[in-house]
């Protein structure tokens, strides 16, 4: 580390041209190559839904899994079959821009395959195109089959603009179902990654209070995120990467890229006035602060791919594209900022630093700022702050225990949208259950037995939550049949969910009775009931393996069996608390009105682990930039209380100050319209509060201080078999007295 900070200080101009060649070769390949190709590929190994997906691309009838969406049509005065006549020609016209991706269009007047001649309908055609129409004759449902299970923003708008065509005083026209979410998620107003950058700039600016040591961390964090988003571009041509998976990278850059310099930038300022030469204060905060950022990085990778022990195809690109932009960001980090330290030269200082150590009039005096303070305060009486904190973590905590895993519908989108609107007017006209319909798809030498339909229909019929006159058949194809009904229920509701699970479980096999044809329950809801059932199988070990890999790392590092324990003991409780949080408000509908995202509804499948991820990693940067501190003074002094007052003092404040900017980034996501995106930020903005400012700067320091010099205490035997990995140079050690000494 030593001869990197030196060759990075000597070498600067080559580092800085090194970065610009990296980032603009970077986005010149990714530009190249097309450009992002992003794409949400959702497959759920080993599920009902997934054998579905397999039995109609069999038969050759892929677009069935294509997405679906509709055009709400509601005549506000008189009937609705009065405007057929314009009503009609531009529901056509949707096939007409192939890019707009419709297969066919079904609606009360008539059924149109795209790119087919129009055919006669047939007497059930003619049924299911009228049961598109409410009993009162003032809504029609134009549904929209796509031939891809992605539709894109482009499409969305276009198809859009299109029907908009028809609004008129006497007909309300809007969109909705999974196909236009994507309208709603569109970004508006000031994207959050601004947000971030402005509060950044406003607390470095506190912090540092000096323009060139402001506007250094955010150089860096551009720089990786420069690279890091041309190399996520580039990795959505090798293999499916989300399309959030941009937005979370930027985030996540911005976040660790800020955290990583202050700590780095910190340790450089002290050490100059401590009397060092630039390159000198360099090589030690890169010897010191800089191995703890290198340690940290690596931990916030592990913990994202981490996502990937899951087993569910649309997290990989995240995972690998997320840790792609962290490990360039510590990059970053240990290259181009000593380099750019080293232009500045003292100027990252303050002017009155600056003649302060030119008249030797420095200050260095342990004994001052609020953080000082506040360590001697948890040293005095760490007892009552650590039952405090615990007291508050265990309250937050306890909603969780009542999660409920599936998908929110549409009924939580802000009541503004037009996804609302049609979800609104669908369950005043159908009925709530309307929304999320529910296929029985029959596979099998059965699938054209008029007996055995029956048979599956009668027993549907009489189930509770089923509207009974809903139950329709169609064949499909050969050995392949689909009966569709329609629930009682909205698809976020726990009834739905439990009337899924009660058909699969209890109603159909009796049926089936283990013979060649099978029944499988399909649809919306019943996809996300197999992506809970998949998630909620690995979650355990996937949360056992970032924990069990991170207890090691930090054992390793620290020599240390408590510090680790304590440390996933402190991160699983910072979690719980977060969970705690999002269940209360999303789940629970607490103060979700003021955040315009209805009334409340399940926590989306994939989110816990999401958040376990992220936030486990950037709870071990918080806790590997606090604890190595307090090791290096331990190594020095072998004083439990002096080390751990001395690590608190001169890192809360860093911590806390990057805990602030990692807040206001997260708390932009409040602004948009999307729910799950605002889930994101709450959750993730009131997790690091709890990190930050519960456990770093009074549940850790006090537990340290109870345990005395047991959280240094490491056994023998593991001595002998575990590698050596320090933390803290013993030669930047030296140099720093050394120099200190000399000044």
């Not at 005083?169 to 000031?190: R, S």
């Not at 303070?373 to 009552?384: A, G, K, Q, V």
């Not at 207890?551 to 680790?564: K, Y």
């Not at 007052?645 to 206001?664: L, N, P, R, S």
Request: proline fraction near 5%.
């Amino acid at each position: 580390m030593q001869r990197l900070a030196r060759f990075a200080v000597r070498q600067r101009w080559t580092v800085v041209g090194v970065w610009l060649a990296v980032i603009l070769g970077a986005n010149f390949i990714s530009q190249a190559a097309g450009g992002a190709s992003y794409k949400n590929d959702f497959k759920l190994p080993h599920t009902e839904a997934q054998t579905v997906a397999k039995l109609l691309t069999s038969a050759g009838l892929d677009k069935q899994n294509g997405a679906v969406g509709t055009v709400v049509l509601h005549a506000t005065s008189g009937k609705l079959a009065d405007q057929a006549a314009k009503i009609q020609p531009v529901l056509a016209a949707l096939c007409q821009p192939a890019s707009n991706g419709i297969a066919s269009v079904t609606s009360p007047f008539g059924t149109l395959t795209c790119g087919s001649p129009v055919t006669t309908p047939t007497a059930a055609g003619r049924a299911s195109e009228a049961a598109l129409l409410s009993s009162d004759g003032t809504i029609g449902l134009a549904q929209l089959q796509f031939a891809k299970p992605e539709v894109l923003l482009p499409a969305a708008n276009s198809i859009q603009k299109a029907t908009d065509t028809l609004k008129s005083p006497t007909l309300q026209v809007e969109l909705t179902g999974d196909a236009f979410q994507i309208l709603g998620q569109a970004q508006k107003g000031i994207p959050p990654e601004l947000i971030g950058i402005i509060a950044a700039l406003i607390i470095l600016a506190l912090v540092f209070r000096t323009f060139l040591a402001t506007i250094l961390p955010l150089v860096s964090a551009a720089a990786a995120a420069g690279t890091g988003l041309a190399a996520i571009a580039l990795l959505s041509h090798v293999m499916s990467v989300a399309d959030f998976a941009t937005q979370l990278a930027t985030l996540m850059i911005l976040g660790c890229g800020i955290d990583y310099a202050l700590f780095i930038v910190t340790r450089h300022r002290k050490n100059l006035l401590n009397g060092m030469t630039v390159e000198d204060s360099v090589t030690v905060a890169l010897n010191t602060s800089g191995r703890a950022v290198m340690f940290a990085g690596i931990t916030v990778c592990i913990a994202i791919l981490g996502l990937c022990a899951l087993q569910v195809s649309f997290l990989y690109g995240v995972a690998v594209g997320t840790a792609i932009g962290v490990l360039l960001t510590m990059l970053a980090s240990l290259t181009l900022m000593p380099a750019l330290l080293g232009f500045i030269g003292l100027k990252v200082l303050t002017r009155k630093q600056r003649r302060a150590l030119e008249g030797h009039t420095v200050d260095l005096s342990e004994k001052h700022g609020i953080w000082y303070r506040w360590s001697h305060t948890i040293e005095r009486r760490p007892i009552l702050p650590a039952i405090g904190a615990i007291a508050v973590l265990v309250l937050l905590a306890i909603p969780f225990f009542g999660i409920r895993l599936g998908n929110s519908d549409q009924g939580n989108d802000p009541s503004s949208s037009t996804t609302r609107k049609g979800y609104d007017l669908i369950a005043q006209g159908f009925g709530p259950g309307y929304n999320g319909k529910l296929e029985l798809v029959v596979s099998g030498p059965k699938a054209a037995d008029p007996a055995f339909l029956k048979t599956v229909t009668s027993t549907l019929a009489s189930q509770p939550g089923v509207v009974p006159t809903s139950i329709h058949t169609q064949e499909l194809a050969k050995g392949l049949a689909f009966v569709g009904f329609t629930p009682t229920t909205t698809p976020q509701d726990q009834k739905t969910t439990d009337l899924v699970k009660h058909l699969r479980s209890s109603v159909l096999p009796p049926i089936v009775n283990s013979g060649q044809t099978h029944v499988y329950v399909y649809g919306i809801t019943a996809v996300q009931v197999d992506f809970a059932k998949v998630l909620q199988a690995k979650m355990p070990v996937f949360f056992l393996a970032v924990i069990g890999l991170s207890f090691l790392l930090l054992m390793v590092a620290f020599r240390s069996i408590v510090i680790p324990l304590t440390a996933a003991v402190m991160n699983v409780l910072a979690a719980g608390a977060s969970f705690g949080l999002i269940v209360a408000i999303f789940q629970w509908g607490w103060g979700s009105e003021l955040l315009g995202i209805g009334k409340g509804g399940p926590i989306e499948p994939f989110i816990p682990v999401m958040f376990f991820a992220i936030l486990f990693g950037l709870s071990m940067d918080y806790q590997v930039f606090l604890v190595s501190r307090m090791h290096e003074e331990w190594t020095k002094t072998h004083d439990n209380k002096r080390a751990i007052t001395i690590g608190q003092g001169e890192t809360g404040g860093i911590i806390t100050a990057a805990a602030v900017i990692m807040i206001a980034v997260f708390s932009g996501f409040v602004l948009g319209d999307n729910r799950v995106i605002k889930l994101f930020g709450i959750g993730l903005g009131g997790a690091i509060f709890i990190d930050a400012f519960l456990l770093r700067t009074i549940l850790v320091p006090s537990l340290m201080h109870l345990f005395g010099k047991a959280n240094w205490a490491y056994p023998k035997f593991l001595e002998k078999v575990t590698p050596q990995i320090s933390l803290e140079s013993a030669e930047a050690e030296h140099t720093e007295e050394d120099l200190a000494r000399v000044g």
